[in-house]
């Protein structure tokens, strides 16, 4: 069966695995994010360590001028470290729960990176140039005598090895009381938003000492709570709207200029509930893990345990169009909630046209649906198919009778591969997966 993507049938051939092979898996290597920056030349990774990854694509050689760019690593740092909260006796984890890149003004890249508590602003950039001849310092570094300094020098800039330095330009700290669970970069490039789970702040990127609380669902009585904010994220076009997503399923749409404080939204994107389906485990599932903005601005898409819906802003009763990811689950969700998979949280990312969407699902599958021709396929992250410019498979799961050759028995699903992280290129067909400790990249092979 052709890939889903959009324009013309393509496949997905396998492009490149980052990551160790082993067996065990240190919890610290667990990648917990992924996004490509605007350009999609750098792809950037965190992980449960506190780590940020970046990884370059290099330009196409003209030695092999149909070889696409592939993917090396850039520049590697350690963004955050465990902290302790001595006031609440709690202790703050290194984990990155999310990269947003700024766009590029100049030769240096900015990227923001948050864990539960503290955001942080890096500035990546180049030096292979070093100053020589100081007045004061040897070669060596040590300062010099200055009775010895009988003449002035110069100094002058000899080329170096190229160095690539990530360096902390701001730290947006102490304004989450709860745990940071979104960071979205406005349209105007000058400010951002951070939700937890009961308040959305609104941070200018220059001050670091205050923000606005521009959302705060935060009851009086805490035994009054019934949802918390699950995603929030800015328009990609307009500055003064931003949308956030519920617990309950539900997501708002806010206006900034109607009022300082936007604890009344503008708009209320709720699907009706069907009464026959109801269950034990509906609230749980109907719980809303992502919220994206189309590029262009006129959609938004949600995922919840289950599905992937697509919302057109201006129809708020019901979602234009509805895919389901697995929905063979459903008889499942006993020993999922047993095991805690139910609460799983997973992320869904847009192509560059709008065209296609992609999402994860478990025994390290993701699924990706064509909006245009309504054809969805299931694509496996895997080593067993990881040699170079090989065709992803699509699987198909078999839920009861008699399984055919090719189909996965849904009891023999590992629950433990799941894919929560995907990223899709900007401008071309080339998707970012993460599964557990590995990076997998895949690439169109135009038929």
């Not at 898996?25 to 992924?34: L, M, R």
């Not at 070889?67 to 990155?96: A, C, M, W």
């Not at 699509?394 to 929560?420: A, H, Q």
Request: a negative charge; aromatic letters at 10%; proline letters at 3%.
């Amino acid at each position: 069966m052709a890939g889903v993507g959009g324009g013309n049938d393509f496949q997905w051939c396998f492009s490149q695995v980052k990551g160790a092979i082993d067996e065990d898996v240190a919890e610290a290597d667990i990648i917990s994010t992924v996004e490509f920056n605007y350009s999609g030349d750098l792809l950037a990774t965190g992980d449960k360590g506190g780590r940020v990854v970046i990884f370059q694509r290099e330009q196409e050689s003209k030695n092999r001028p149909h070889s696409r760019g592939e993917y090396n690593v850039y520049s590697t740092f350690q963004s955050h470290e465990p902290e302790f909260d001595y006031l609440k006796s709690l202790e703050i984890e290194e984990k990155i729960n999310k990269i947003r890149w700024l766009p590029q003004q100049n030769a240096a890249h900015f990227l923001l990176s948050t864990n539960d508590k503290t955001i942080k602003l890096w500035k990546i950039s180049e030096r292979d140039k070093r100053a020589e001849g100081y007045n004061l310092k040897d070669e060596d570094g040590r300062l010099r005598d200055p009775f010895r300094i009988t003449s002035l020098r110069v100094p002058v800039l000899k080329p170096m090895d190229l160095m690539v330095e990530a360096s902390p330009r701001r730290i947006f700290a102490n304004a989450h009381t709860y745990h940071i669970n979104s960071i979205s970069v406005n349209s105007d490039h000058e400010t951002y938003l951070s939700a937890d789970d009961l308040r959305i702040n609104l941070w200018h990127l220059e001050i670091t000492d205050r923000s606005f609380n521009i959302v705060d669902i935060k009851p009086a009585n805490m035994e009054e709570l019934t949802e918390v904010i699950t995603a929030a994220e800015c328009h990609p076009h307009h500055c003064n709207v931003f949308v956030y997503s519920s617990s309950k399923g539900t997501i708002r749409l806010c206006d900034m200029r109607a009022a300082a404080l936007c604890d009344r939204h503008t708009k209320f994107f709720e699907e009706p509930e069907d009464p026959s389906s109801r269950s034990f485990f509906s609230e749980i599932i109907s719980s809303i893990s992502d919220v994206k903005f189309s590029h262009s601005g006129r959609y938004m898409m949600t995922r919840d345990y289950l599905s992937v819906k697509v919302w057109d802003l201006n129809m708020e009763n019901r979602p234009v169009e509805t895919y389901q990811v697995h929905e063979y689950l459903r008889s499942k969700l006993c020993s999922l909630y047993e095991n805690d998979c139910i609460f799983d949280k997973f992320e869904c990312c847009w192509n560059g046209t709008d065209s296609a969407i992609m999402t994860g699902s478990y025994n390290n599958f993701f699924r990706m649906f064509d909006r245009n021709t309504r054809r969805d396929i299931t694509l496996e992250a895997s080593r067993e198919s990881s040699k170079p410019r090989a065709m992803l498979k699509p699987r198909k799961v078999c839920t009861g009778g008699k399984r055919k050759k090719d189909e996965i028995s849904v009891d023999s699903l590992d629950f433990n591969k799941k894919i929560l992280h995907t990223a899709w290129h900007p401008k071309e067909n080339i998707i970012a997966v993460a599964a557990t400790n590995n990076l997998y990249i895949f690439q169109d092979k135009i038929n």
